[in-house]
């Protein structure tokens, strides 16, 4: 006999009409192979306030389940087919929240312990009163409430994090945007004073970028090369027209005045924190791997990595590029002046890994802003050799 007596133990007239307030939408699924008992176990529980249905096996109460939401299981252990212990894994499976009360004789308390090691939330040992089932239930009930209240706070918490952080996202992008288009406004306005050399700070930063990835250089240090040699005659600001656009050589004192332009670029790129690492190569510029260079004549590794992959860089660019004084040469002959001058102009390891870079990779650079200023050509430049 698995099912014992119940008797309906005595409930206050208010502590009932509190239960009927709190419960009157809580929704029981009562699980039983003994027809009778499931109804009086429902009876009690809907006079309660509950919202009670049965299901009279294992199958019927996992259908049940799978189409309805509850907030409490009560299931007889023993049933034909699936039993209360593989519907108690089926339900935890649907919904691992949602409480499952094991009723079980009195002699079976071994699988009454495994149930709770399942995840059965209480058992109750027949016989038992029916306020012994009010408490189990009601208990299962605030369990879960409190389960649930955690997981709406923790996913209320989830959301605004994920807002906040969508929200700085996108400011931080706009910031980016706003900045970014600021520095290109900058290289145009320089571009734009000398025209003959169009394009070369851009073309600069990206034969520098893709030098500078094949020595290694990643995340800050990549992005100060990109920003540095995009920037690097931003001095050219402080220079008098009659001295960057003279048509003929410069004398002592205009070439005074023309390497000073490292240093004013320094000085205005310098405080804005961003640009801090992009100021060094700025400043570097013109300095040489022997030290001939200007304006400290450091030499060697004293020099900025960064600087040095620069120089590279930019001599491919401008031996490629038609200048006032001078047409446009051909890739081989940069390539020919490059390696000429490792170790004086040049670092030599930097030369070893332009010369690893295929040269298919720097003529498409370049044709790539030759596309661009197809549409603003001019008959000089069609004279252009590449
Ligand atoms: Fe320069
Ligand atoms: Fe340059």
């Not at 009927?20 to 809907?46: C, F, G, P, Q, T």
């Not at 369990?143 to 709406?152: G, M, P, Q």
Request: proline fraction near 3%; charge should be negative.
């Amino acid at each position: 006999m698995r099912d014992g007596p119940f008797t309906h133990g005595g409930i206050c007239q208010r502590g009932m009409e509190r239960r009927l307030d709190m419960n009157d939408k809580r929704r029981l699924l009562v699980v039983d192979d003994e027809h009778a008992i499931a109804e009086l176990l429902s009876r009690h529980l809907e006079r309660e306030g509950y919202r009670v249905s049965l299901a009279f096996d294992g199958d019927e109460a996992l259908e049940t389940l799978e189409n309805a939401t509850f907030d409490v299981v009560l299931t007889d252990i023993r049933m034909p087919g699936r039993d209360g212990i593989a519907l108690l894994e089926a339900s935890k499976q649907l919904d691992s929240t949602l409480p499952v009360i094991v009723l079980t004789s009195i002699n079976d308390v071994d699988t009454a312990v495994h149930a709770m090691r399942l995840g059965a939330d209480d058992y109750i040992l027949k016989p038992f009163t029916l306020d012994a089932l009010s408490v189990a239930v009601e208990r299962a009930l605030e369990r879960r409430e409190l389960i649930l209240s955690n997981r709406r706070h923790r996913e209320e918490l989830e959301l605004a994090v994920e807002e906040k952080t969508r929200k700085l996202r996108l400011a931080l992008s706009e910031v980016q945007g706003t900045f970014n288009a600021t520095v290109e406004a900058m290289v145009s306005s320089i571009e734009a004073r000398d025209c003959e050399t169009q394009h070369h700070c851009r073309r600069a930063r990206e034969y520098t970028l893709m030098l500078a990835h094949r020595l290694g250089l990643r995340g800050r240090d990549l992005r100060d090369a990109g920003w540095g040699s995009l920037l690097h005659d931003v001095g050219k600001i402080g220079v008098a027209d009659s001295i960057l656009l003279k048509q003929g050589p410069l004398d002592d004192d205009e070439w005074g005045d023309m390497r000073k332009h490292p240093i004013i670029g320094y000085r205005l790129l310098s405080p804005i924190r961003f640009l801090h690492g992009a100021s060094q190569i700025v400043l570097h510029h013109h300095e040489r791997w022997d030290g001939t260079g200007y304006p400290y004549g450091k030499q060697g590794e004293e020099i900025p990595f960064g600087a040095r992959i620069f120089m590279v860089a930019d001599a491919v660019e401008t031996i490629t590029s038609v200048r006032p004084y001078k047409n446009a040469l051909p890739f081989e002959a940069a390539e020919e002046e490059v390696v000429r001058c490792a170790g004086s102009h040049f670092d030599p390891a930097v030369v070893d890994a332009f010369r690893q870079i295929p040269r298919s990779n720097w003529i498409s650079i370049r044709e790539k802003y030759f596309a661009d200023l197809d549409q603003t050509r001019t008959q000089d430049e069609s004279a252009i050799v590449v």
